[in-house]
């Protein structure tokens, strides 16, 4: 057990601004090489642009001195700046898509979800003051999860989309429920960990040198993966199951600081995909694709050719890309959700794609460390879990489109074209940022200004612990 | 547009992403590096002064944990402090003064102790007669001193340790 000394905050939001002029520019500049290159540059058409975009940031940066004012000053512009770039991407890619007869207006519609996300963001700000409230909402907010995960199987309302059932259809939109449930299983984890750590955490039979928890409490951990199992196979969807399983197994690590649950998990989720790959058909030919993605007859039977074509799209892409606008990612199916990080490889090349994943790194470390300086064991588990989700998400779908892993269909947090995507990850975004400001708060002021968390002195069952 | 300066711009859009993660990062440095991080347990049961007053500075690392700072000041005369010797809090300590101690679950307690075993207000520590008592507060599990279950204020001893579920504390000069 380690303490940590409180650290000297930086007051005021000044760094944030400084950093959001940076995303602005970045934004504007990616736009503006992606509109000269598609020969499609005017200067009006951009000025608007970069209006809108420092108006966003404008509006975003005074929400959050109002409503978060010592929140943390790295998050927004670290997700603006991925924000700037995926759209450029995107926009890039209608051009591209345009040149060969295909009419899409991915670019204006994600414009769209990324103001509505940033709405959303700001309403989770004023609607959670505290986010200790949530606590309260353990359990609905587990079986509300459960229900937005198994929506899709609801004959009528379900749409299989490329082969995975994991969308719901509502008039003419589609949505992806999982995204949302995504939070609300961490919110439910949290709750849940928080009241039964000890237990988990209990001595058990020692082997190898780990603690062994008890075999009665291993109950909650084979629901876990019967659940991650169950989507696995009856949506066909790897990475949700992958990602639901890896946020449990890190928040319970987090929550009990024992190394043998992560063991456990691990060779439990081996075992499970070994035996899905046997067992169920399209399963193995995920791993046959991973596997011999190079083999001609895989490729010619169609089974690994996008995910060749995204290697061979980063590989021309090189050290330093072949420059915004100039390469030709549109020849990766699905390239501007799934493979949006190959076009990205592709076009800013390893410099660019570094910058990025760092960005992420950035992103998670902030989260991080929003758990360790929160002073509530609810919150340090929900910013963790938050943490891990975004973790596992760019895990999953970077290692899928680099062949490290086996290829799972799953959004890429903030770059992906997709508006379930960006909505969830701009909840997730201010949840942490809410949590982070009470985080960073002065203990000093916290003291002085009860009246900032009024819901906390009157309601006895937000407190730690609940009295005997 | 030149070749030369669309190159260039290309470059240039490189170097602004850079320029961004690497400011973003120089804003958390002191965050990085600024944080004194005080480990705790190991067995070592010896404790100067200094960490002490680290973890009287020290946020507690887990919520409802530690002890809670500004209950009890150095600045007061002490007499020896309290150890806590096994448990979650292994290693910290509390310094005693001349105000009373509360030992429990509850966070309004001095000493915050974790643990399934321990009441809300467990037991309270006090000055009396140029030494300590220890006193039980109705706890659900005892209060033990040695062998003995604690329940009317008993003398409280240097060397003596207390035990409260996994936790033992130990007074010390």
Request: hydrophobic content about 50%; aromatic content about 8%.
């Given at each position: 057990m380690a303490t940590i000394s409180e650290l000297r905050v930086h007051r005021g939001r000044r760094a944030e601004a400084w950093l959001l002029v940076l995303a602005w520019a970045i934004a504007v500049l990616a736009r503006g090489l992606v509109d000269y290159h598609a020969d499609f540059l005017e200067l009006d058409e951009l000025g608007w642009y970069a209006l809108g975009a420092a108006g966003l940031a404008a509006v975003l940066h005074v929400a959050l001195r109002v409503l978060a004012p010592d929140s943390d000053q790295v998050v927004l512009p670290t997700v603006l700046g991925l924000i700037g770039v995926s759209l450029a991407e995107i926009r890039r890619l209608d051009f591209a898509y345009a040149d060969r007869g295909r009419d899409t207006d991915f670019g204006d519609s994600q414009i769209g979800w990324v103001l509505l996300g940033a709405l959303a963001f700001i309403v989770v700000l004023v609607v959670i003051r505290d986010h200790r409230v949530l606590r309260r909402f353990t359990y609905t907010a587990g079986i509300l999860g459960i229900i937005l995960y198994l929506l899709p199987a609801v004959p009528g309302l379900g749409r299989e989309i490329n082969g995975a059932k994991i969308w719901i259809g509502i008039g003419s939109h589609s949505l992806q429920p999982g995204e949302f449930a995504k939070i609300l299983l961490v919110v439910f984890f949290a709750g849940y960990l928080q009241t039964n750590r000890d237990a988990l955490a209990l001595a058990g039979p020692k082997f190898l040198g780990m603690r062994l928890p008890r075999m009665r409490d291993m109950g909650p951990l084979a629901v876990m993966f019967a659940a991650a199992l169950l989507i696995m196979i009856d949506q066909r969807d790897l990475g949700a199951a992958l990602l639901f399983f890896g946020i449990f197994i890190g928040m319970v690590y987090v929550a009990t600081q024992r190394v043998s649950w992560v063991v456990i998990g691990l060779v439990m989720f081996i075992v499970g995909a070994v035996a899905a790959g046997i067992a169920f058909p399209h399963v193995g030919a995920r791993y046959d694709a991973w596997l011999h993605a190079m083999d001609p007859d895989v490729y010619s039977s169609g089974r690994s050719e996008q995910l060749v074509r995204g290697l061979f799209g980063m590989a021309s892409g090189g050290l330093f890309g072949?420059?915004?606008?100039?390469?030709?990612?549109?020849?990766?199916?699905?390239?501007?959700?799934?493979?949006?990080?190959?076009?990205?490889?592709?076009?800013?090349?390893?410099?660019?794609?570094?910058?990025?994943?760092?960005?992420?790194?950035?992103?998670?470390?902030?989260?991080?460390?929003?758990?360790?300086?929160?002073?509530?064991?609810?919150?340090?588990?929900?910013?963790?879990?938050?943490?891990?989700?975004?973790?596992?998400?760019?895990?999953?779908?970077?290692?899928?489109?680099?062949?490290?892993?086996?290829?799972?269909?799953?959004?890429?947090?903030?770059?992906?074209?997709?508006?379930?995507?960006m909505l969830a990850n701009w909840i997730v975004v201010a949840l942490i940022l809410r949590i982070s400001d009470q985080a960073r708060r002065p203990a000093v002021r916290a003291e002085a200004k009860p009246e900032t968390t009024p819901a906390a002195r009157r309601r006895p069952d937000l407190e730690e612990e609940p009295a005997e | 547009m030149s070749q030369l300066s669309i190159t260039l711009l290309r470059l240039g859009f490189l170097l602004l992403l850079w320029s961004l993660v690497l400011t973003a990062i120089a804003v958390l440095r002191s965050d990085l590096y600024g944080t004194r991080v005080v480990t705790r347990g190991r067995g070592r049961t010896a404790r100067t002064r200094d960490d002490a007053r680290a973890q009287k500075q020290a946020a507690p690392s887990r919520a409802g944990t530690g002890i809670r700072t500004g209950a009890v000041s150095t600045k007061e005369r002490t007499q020896g402090h309290l150890a806590v010797t096994s448990g979650p809090l292994k290693g910290a300590t509390v310094p005693l003064g001349a105000a009373p101690i509360l030992v429990g679950r509850a966070p309004t307690c001095t000493l915050v102790i974790e643990d399934d075993y321990c009441s809300s207000r467990h037991c309270r520590i006090f000055p009396e007669d140029d030494g300590w008592r220890v006193e039980d507060l109705g706890s659900t599990n005892g209060t033990y001193l040695g062998n003995q279950r604690v329940d009317d204020p008993v003398p409280f001893r240097e060397g003596d340790v207390i035990r409260i579920g996994a936790t033992s504390l130990e007074l010390r000069s």
């Open positions: 072949t420059g915004l606008g100039n390469g030709r990612p549109d020849l990766v199916p699905y390239a501007e959700s799934d493979f949006i990080i190959a076009s990205l490889g592709e076009e800013l090349g390893l410099t660019g794609l570094m910058a990025i994943l760092t960005l992420y790194v950035i992103l998670v470390q902030r989260a991080m460390r929003t758990a360790i300086g929160v002073r509530d064991g609810f919150g340090k588990l929900l910013s963790a879990g938050l943490g891990f989700a975004i973790t596992l998400q760019v895990f999953i779908i970077v290692g899928g489109v680099t062949r490290l892993i086996p290829l799972t269909g799953l959004t890429t947090p903030f770059l992906a074209y997709g508006g379930s995507s | -």
